[in-house]
């Protein structure tokens, strides 16, 4: 399992390019740094390279890394090889050869460490194999005997690596390995996403509010896959998408959600969403609804957060807002996972929007909220 594992590291890991290498020596002849090879390094982005998805990214070891591949023999060539270029004040083509090749050997012995690292059974779970959890040495109490073999531990891993990531916070995976295909070319061939492992948030309607909400984001994720569904008029697309809608009804699927505040990171594994889908999404009536309540709260958030910074109550106005789009999670939680509405969250976001509508002197519009609560 650990060589399934290291070909997905192989997969997500970039290549360093000859230009990218002649530009940055330029910049380091131009700017000498303190660090010549740390600066280098910098520049070509080698470290950002060892991983094009976002969640392993932040779930990577960097300080012990870097401190590994100080100690390798190949850094020292690179760093002999960079000191001698800026003494010389020219390079040659061999120079950049032979700096492309040392710089390969250094991202295999990088994939080495984050695979070592991956498998140490003695330290439990961690956050590469399941965000959210937590190693043995952080919370021994938690554990009650388990043990996890190296297979489980990259066989988990494995899942996280190979998500497709909603933007920067949220990854979905299924074992599904068909439907996990399909996402990765819907990603490329629809939304002309650079990486097959990532869909912008942008090109799902999601706006700044909703970023760090999973079930908002997940949620508008289907609503724009049966939007295209509906618009796309080449066959081969509509079919694909079609597909991508079938098999999302009936197979497993998690989220992995990972946002900047690190205590909030978990792992939630979805039930069957057959139901959901059928009852919310492909009856257009009830889509509209979820529709039109996303939409009236954008617009009603949008007015109220300008408002409030003519008055200088900016900061107030987002944690308000956050605990708003936090009532609109929980409503989209009981719609994805149990495909009823929550009274209970709808009641709050229906008080704090009456609540800034006065503050602010604002329009409310609370139809939508009412809609929703058909079903």
């Known amino acids: 399992m650990s060589n399934e594992f290291r070909n997905i590291l192989e997969t997500l890991a970039g290549e360093v390019n000859i230009d990218e290498i002649q530009n940055a020596i330029d910049r380091i002849v131009e700017e000498e740094p303190d660090n010549v090879t740390e600066g280098f390094l910098k520049e070509v982005n080698f470290w950002r390279k060892l991983s094009t998805h976002p969640l392993l990214r932040v779930v990577i070891d960097w300080g012990n890394l870097l401190r590994e591949i100080k100690k390798s023999e190949h850094y020292k060539k690179l760093d002999e090889k960079l000191i001698n270029i800026l003494k010389l004040g020219e390079i040659k083509e061999e120079d950049i050869i032979e700096i492309k090749n040392l710089l390969k050997v250094l991202k295999d012995e990088a994939m080495d460490f984050i695979t070592r690292q991956t498998g140490k059974v003695e330290q439990g779970l961690r956050h590469i194999h399941a965000p959210g959890s937590v190693a043995k040495k952080e919370g021994r109490n938690l554990y009650f005997g388990e043990q996890f073999t190296q297979e489980v531990l990259y066989n988990l891993a494995a899942r996280l690596c190979s998500s497709i990531a909603l933007g920067d916070n949220l990854g979905i995976y299924s074992e599904d390995k068909d439907l996990m295909q399909e996402l990765k070319q819907l990603a490329v061939l629809h939304f002309n996403s650079l990486s097959p492992f990532k869909i912008e948030l942008k090109d799902l309607g999601v706006n700044e509010h909703e970023t760090n909400h999973p079930y908002v984001v997940f949620l508008k994720f289907i609503l724009r896959l049966v939007k295209m569904f509906y618009a796309e008029e080449n066959y081969d697309k509509k079919k694909r998408i079609s597909l991508i809608l079938d098999r999302l009804k009936t197979s497993t699927v998690s989220l992995f959600f990972m946002p900047p505040n690190k205590e909030k990171w978990c792992t939630i594994m979805l039930p069957r969403l057959d139901l959901f889908i059928n009852k919310w ?44 789009m936090g009532n609109c999670d929980v409503l989209c939680y009981m719609l994805i996972e149990y495909s009823v509405p929550d009274f209970y969250s709808l009641r709050n976001i229906m008080d704090i929007m009456v609540d800034l509508g006065t503050r602010y002197d604002l329009k409310l519009y609370l139809k939508p909220l009412e809609l929703a609560t058909r079903y």
């Not at 949008?302 to 605990?323: F, P, Q, T």
Request: charged content about 40%; overall charge negative.
């Open 281 to 324: 999404i492909m009856n257009e009536e009830s889509r509209e609804r979820i529709e039109m309540l996303f939409n009236v709260l954008h617009n009603f958030i949008d007015k109220a957060a300008e408002e409030a910074g003519k008055k200088r109550e900016s900061k107030w106005i987002r944690n308000l807002i956050d605990i708003l």
